[in-house]
Every structure is written in structure tokens, then in C-alpha cells.
């Protein structure tokens, strides 16, 4: 069984290694009159994590996320391990991209899980960390039975992440040397994963990694593949930048041409996956039916769960959004709001000046969602914050996205 040497032949830094046993000694502790077994997953276990010393401290630029499986979930256990968990982030200053992400799951649950890329990567790749293991018990899954709809909501995932990741310091030029080389870092991330959505479409099979998927790019990929038909070989050259600035976090790197970049390729991909799925160039993302094809808008147990969230919180949606929520799409209008708000960033970036035409774009499809609080003579600025400020309240207590 692979176990923690695998973490100090890819080099990390002691501090990590020492998260990781940590938490692994947490699960042991709390559940240990259970059969238990944690799985490390992500970036960490494939050798990618995002990481520098700087002025002699460590500062992460990424999660490290678990699965982990027990006999069965106890609200007091798992009530423990959340508070364990929470007092080793906070003696940890990595830095603010810095968490430990992680799931409990019953060992029965887990051959049914739903087949998900991330699955799929946390078997190839996952780091068994206990006497029991996790990867051998997950399903298979391939091109026959990926959750093609769960996999094109890395698009919406990724936009959101974006948007919050930018911050207030950028609007009056005071970003810190920490804050610009974040932001920089999350952009590349996300350009990063247009590899995870869109290669599994043409590809003879599942690829796990960053590192993987753009070299299969780089290989003849595009002139054989209706993906040439929307990216460029200087589109998969940017993509590799985006890694060896992953690998070196302190590569000096134009966060506005950056930003840029990624947002085009987000467009492109976005037309692809259109013409992957038979959907007209035309139609809106944002659309009724575009939207129901692309995404897996109508899970039940996520909408009961959301609408009762809703409903509670009536009074700050109104009871005709609470309504559009309940039975209309919403993904769709989600990743078309995000896209729009960063495509209006960019031109502050470009020209000091916030597109008013983009605002406007986001400010229509956050209003298909909820209330927008608006006050005369706000500068575009000010407007942009609202709404963004606006958006996360709707997504805290829509308990959506």
C-alpha cells in the first residue's frame, strides 16, 4: 500500500509531511473504534501541490484534501475531527490559500459514489494513509461512465473561483507582493483545469494530472481533434507557462495578460463544449435548455436542500427569485455572471476604466438569482464590489455552488 514516502520523494516540505500525519493521527484518534482509512487526494497526492519559501517561511498556494472512510457518520465524531481539524489550520500560517479540505464517507457508500473526474483521479493517483484502503474500494470510472455534466461544471468552479480570488487591493494599486503572487497563482490553477474539462472529450481515455493532459496536447492532440478547431498550439504554450509558474511561484508573471488569456480560452471552451454537446453557437449558456444539457441542474437532494436554505432566508431573495431558484436553472446563469464580472475586471486592469457593458451583462444574470442592492451614484468600482459582495451572501445562504 502506497503510504507517506510517497509525499518525501516528491520532495515537500517537512511541514506538510507533518500536516498530513497529523491529520491522519486525528482520524485515527476520533474514530478508533471504527475500521478506518484515509486517502490523501488532489494536487498533494499527484506530485502538484503549489508551494514556496518566502523570506523563510513557508506560504502554500494550495489545499490539501482527504477522503476519508469510516463504518458509519456520527454527528459528535465527526463534530471532533471538524474542531481538530480547525486547530491545526490555525497553528499553520501558510498563508491564506492554505486549508485542509476533507470528506468523510461510510465504506459501503463508497463503491456507489457518484463517478466524478475527481473520483477518478483520487484512484489513480490517491495516497493510502491507513490499514485500510480507500483507492481500492472507490469504482472505476472511464469515458463510458464519467458524469459528463458534473464534469462541465469545472467551468462555473472555476469562474467563481476567479472572481473571489481577486482582491480589494487590486482597485487602488496597493496589492501586496504575497497578494499579487495569489492572485497570479489562482489564475494559473484555473487555466489549468480547462485540461481537466475539456481533454476528457476527444481523448482515448481518462488522464490524471496537470502535467499529463498538456503534454498529450502538445502531441499531435489538436490537428487530430475538433479541439484544434478552438485551441492553438500558443494556446497549449500558455497553458504550460501557467504550470511552470505553479512550479515556481516566484516566475515574475503579468497577472492583466494572464487574466486575459485564461478568460479567452475560458470563451473558447466554452464554444467547444457547445459544439461537443449539439448546442447551437448562438444560444446562451445561461439558457433554459443549454443549461439543462451542459450541467446537472436538477439533483434532487441538492435542490430540497437548497430551496429549504431559500426559504428560510426568503426575505433576502423575495419570494419570486425563491421560486426561480426552486425550478429554473441556475448553473449556467452562475458561470455567465462570474465570466462577465471577470471580463469587466480585465478592462479595469487594461484601462483603469470598468466596462459598463459587461457590468451590465453580470448585473442581468445576477438578478435571475436574487435582490440587488443599488444605490445612485455608485462609481462602477463600487458597483462591481456590490455585486460581487451580493453574489457571495446569495451563494452562503442559497447553500448553492
Avoid at 363 to 391: A, P, Q, S
Wanted: glycine content about 4%.
Amino acid at each position: 500500500m502506497t503510504n507517506i514516502n510517497t509525499l518525501i520523494e516528491y520532495a515537500y516540505p517537512e511541514e506538510i509531511i507533518d500536516v498530513v500525519n497529523e491529520f491522519v493521527g486525528v482520524v485515527n484518534d476520533v474514530f478508533n473504534k471504527q475500521k478506518s482509512g484515509v486517502l490523501l487526494v488532489g494536487s498533494a497526492a499527484r506530485g502538484e501541490l503549489c508551494w514556496e519559501y518566502s523570506h523563510n517561511k513557508l506560504q502554500m498556494y494550495s489545499d490539501i484534501e482527504f477522503l476519508v472512510a469510516v463504518d458509519y457518520k456520527n454527528n459528535r465524531l465527526l463534530n471532533d475531527v471538524k474542531q481538530q481539524v480547525a486547530d491545526i489550520e490555525s497553528k499553520c500560517p501558510y498563508g491564506e490559500a492554505f486549508h485542509i479540505d476533507y470528506t468523510v464517507i461510510p465504506w459501503p457508500k463508497l463503491q456507489k459514489v457518484d463517478k466524478k473526474f475527481f473520483v477518478f483521479e483520487s484512484k489513480q493517483c490517491g495516497i493510502d494513509l491507513g490499514n485500510q484502503s480507500v483507492s481500492d474500494c472507490l469504482p472505476e470510472i472511464n469515458r463510458s461512465n464519467l458524469n459528463w455534466k458534473e464534469l462541465n461544471e469545472v467551468l462555473l468552479h472555476r469562474m467563481n473561483s476567479m472572481l473571489h480570488a481577486i482582491p480589494l487591493s487590486l482597485f487602488n494599486s496597493t496589492m501586496s507582493e504575497i497578494e499579487s503572487r495569489t492572485f497570479v497563482l489562482n489564475i494559473a490553477k484555473n487555466t489549468l483545469d480547462l485540461t481537466t474539462w475539456l481533454h476528457p472529450y476527444e481523448a482515448d481515455r481518462l488522464i490524471a494530472g496537470f502535467n499529463a493532459r498538456t503534454d498529450s496536447w502538445r502531441h499531435g492532440f489538436l490537428e487530430q481533434s475538433q479541439l484544434g478547431n478552438y485551441l492553438s498550439e500558443a494556446d497549449v504554450d500558455y497553458i504550460g507557462q501557467c504550470l511552470a509558474i505553479r512550479k515556481s511561484p516566484d516566475t515574475q508573471a503579468d497577472a492583466v495578460y494572464m487574466l486575459g488569456q485564461t478568460l479567452l480560452l475560458y470563451k473558447k471552451g466554452i464554444s467547444y463544449c457547445k459544439a461537443m454537446n449539439s448546442i447551437d453557437e448562438n444560444k446562451n449558456i445561461s439558457e433554459v435548455l443549454p443549461s439543462i444539457k451542459l450541467f446537472d441542474e436538477y439533483r434532487l437532494r441538492q435542490r430540497v436542500s437548497q430551496g429549504l436554505s431559500l426559504f428560510i432566508n426568503i426575505s433576502n431573495v423575495g419570494v419570486i427569485k425563491f421560486l426561480r431558484n426552486t425550478f429554473s436553472v441556475r448553473k449556467g446563469i452562475t458561470a455567465n455572471f462570474s465570466f462577465y464580472m471577470l471580463l469587466a475586471v480585465h478592462s479595469y486592469f487594461k484601462s483603469g476604466k470598468m466596462s459598463q457593458s459587461d457590468l451590465n451583462k453580470a448585473k442581468v444574470e445576477l438578478y435571475k438569482l436574487t435582490r440587488i442592492r443599488e444605490k445612485e451614484g455608485e462609481d462602477l468600482v463600487t458597483t462591481w464590489l456590490n455585486m460581487r459582495e451580493c453574489f457571495k451572501k446569495y451563494q452562503d445562504f442559497s447553500s448553492n455552488f
